[in-house]
C-alpha cells in the first residue's frame, strides 16, 4: 500500500535521537519525515488553541494515511488532531491502558487524558471508538464510556487475547445496509497505540503501564488489517533520557512499523481480490 509507506515522527522532547527504527525503515524504502515541536509552548499534557494551530500546519501535508509516531503520551492528543485530516466516515481502534475520555479539566481545552472524548464530540465522520486496553477494574472506563452508548466498545485488558476476539468484533461491524459480508462495505479503521498498554518488559513510558505483551498486540492490529482498511496509525509512549527504555521503545517501534507495513499490504490484497 503505496500510501501508507510513509512515516511522520514528531519530536516534542528528545526521545527519538537514540532510537533507529526509522531510519530502518527508511532503508527499506519508506518515506520518513522529522517534524520538530521542541519548544512549543502549550503542548506538554494539555494543548491550548494556539499550540494546536501549529501543529495543524505541521502535519496537513501528510495527510491521515501512514504511520505517525507522537513522542510520549503528553502527546497523545496529537491524534485528535490527526483525524481531522481523515475524510471519510470511520471507525477508531485505539490501545491504551487508560480511556483518554475524561472530560476537559477547565476551557474545553484538548488535553492527552481527554482526546478520545473531544474526537467523539467533535468530528462527524468518526463512527465508532473500540477503546482496548483498560482493565476491568478500572472504574473511570465503566464510567467514562458510559455517556457514548452504542459508539463506544470497550475492550478490557483482560479480553484482548491473540487478537482473535477483537477482529471478531470488527468483522461486519459499520457495515452497509444489504451487504452479504462483514468486510467490504464495513468502515474503515484508524488506528491509534499508545505504548502504555504493555507491560514493561516489552516497552517501558512515563505512565502507568498495563500488561499486554508485545506480541499480543501485533496480533490484535494483524487482527484488525485482516478484516478492515486502515486508513492510517500512530503510536505514543516514549520515554527518554534511560537506555533500557530507549532499546525497549526503539524494538517495539520497530516491531510496529512492520506489522503496519504487513498488515495494510495483506488488507489491500484481500480488498483486491474480494
Not at 218 to 243: P, T, Y
Amino acid at each position: 500500500m503505496r500510501e501508507n509507506r510513509q512515516i511522520a515522527v514528531l519530536s516534542f522532547t528528545d526521545a527519538y535521537e537514540k532510537q533507529e527504527f526509522y531510519e530502518e525503515m527508511e532503508r527499506d524504502g519508506w518515506n520518513i519525515s522529522r517534524i520538530f515541536c521542541r519548544g512549543l509552548e502549550g503542548t506538554n499534557c494539555y494543548c491550548d488553541a494556539a499550540a494546536a494551530e501549529q501543529i495543524r500546519e505541521r502535519i496537513r501535508p501528510f495527510g491521515a494515511s501512514g504511520l505517525h509516531f507522537l513522542d510520549s503520551g503528553n502527546y497523545h492528543y496529537v491524534s485528535r488532531l490527526w483525524l481531522e485530516l481523515v475524510t471519510e466516515p470511520f471507525d477508531l481502534l485505539v490501545f491504551d491502558h487508560h480511556t483518554d475520555m475524561q472530560e476537559p479539566a477547565f476551557g474545553g481545552i484538548l488535553s492527552c487524558g481527554g482526546w478520545v472524548r473531544a474526537a467523539l464530540e467533535e468530528l462527524p465522520l468518526l463512527c465508532k471508538v473500540y477503546l482496548a486496553g483498560p482493565p476491568g477494574s478500572s472504574p473511570e472506563a465503566a464510567g467514562e464510556t458510559e455517556e457514548f452508548a452504542g459508539r463506544v466498545i470497550w475492550i478490557r485488558e483482560e479480553e484482548l487475547g491473540r487478537g482473535e476476539g477483537l477482529e471478531e468484533m470488527l468483522k461486519g461491524t459499520g457495515c452497509k445496509e444489504g451487504s452479504e459480508s462483514g468486510k467490504a462495505d464495513s468502515l474503515p479503521l484508524y488506528i491509534s497505540a499508545d505504548k502504555d498498554i504493555l507491560k514493561q518488559e516489552d516497552a517501558m513510558t512515563n505512565w502507568d503501564q498495563g500488561q499486554v505483551g508485545l506480541d499480543e498486540l501485533l496480533a490484535c492490529i494483524r487482527g484488525a488489517c485482516r478484516v478492515r482498511r486502515v486508513i492510517g496509525m500512530d503510536v505514543c509512549g516514549e520515554a527518554s533520557g534511560e537506555e533500557t527504555a530507549e532499546k525497549r521503545n526503539d524494538r517495539a517501534n520497530r516491531a510496529l512499523c512492520r506489522v503496519f507495513a504487513d498488515g495494510t499490504a495483506a488488507s489491500k490484497r484481500a480488498k483486491r481480490n474480494f
